[in-house]
């Protein structure tokens, strides 16, 4: 059985950071690319940062590019988020996902989720 769980979510103010890890179990971890996507109530899903299964390869949104690192650790089955100078709008639950295909996670097309992680950064 495949889970992905996220921690590291938190309240902060603003211009603060966070970071934000997601550990894998019951996969080939270095066989998947990963990512982040992010939610808050009444919208749909963004996409915030991912990377491919070598680490090599990585990519962000507009809304975070230069504020925001992934990385991953596959030897111990983990991704992580950095998030730094936090906005009030980066204010949302955050969620890991992975799939075999480093292009099909860039539009949410996972085929595993976590359960989410909330981050809420006060003005």
Known sequence: QVRLVESGGGL????????LSCVASGLT???YAMAWFRQTPGKEREFVSRISGSG???GYSDSVKGRFTISRDNAKNT???QMDVLKPEDTADYYCAADRSYQ???AGRAD???QGT???VSS
């Open 12 to 19: 902060v103010q603003a211009g603060g950071s966070l970071r």
């Open 79 to 81: 991704v992580s988020l």
């Open 112 to 114: 595993y989720w976590g």
């Open 29 to 31: 971890f270095r066989s």
């Open 56 to 58: 090599g390869i990585s």
């Open 104 to 106: 099909h996670i860039l």
């Open 118 to 120: 909330q981050v809420t």
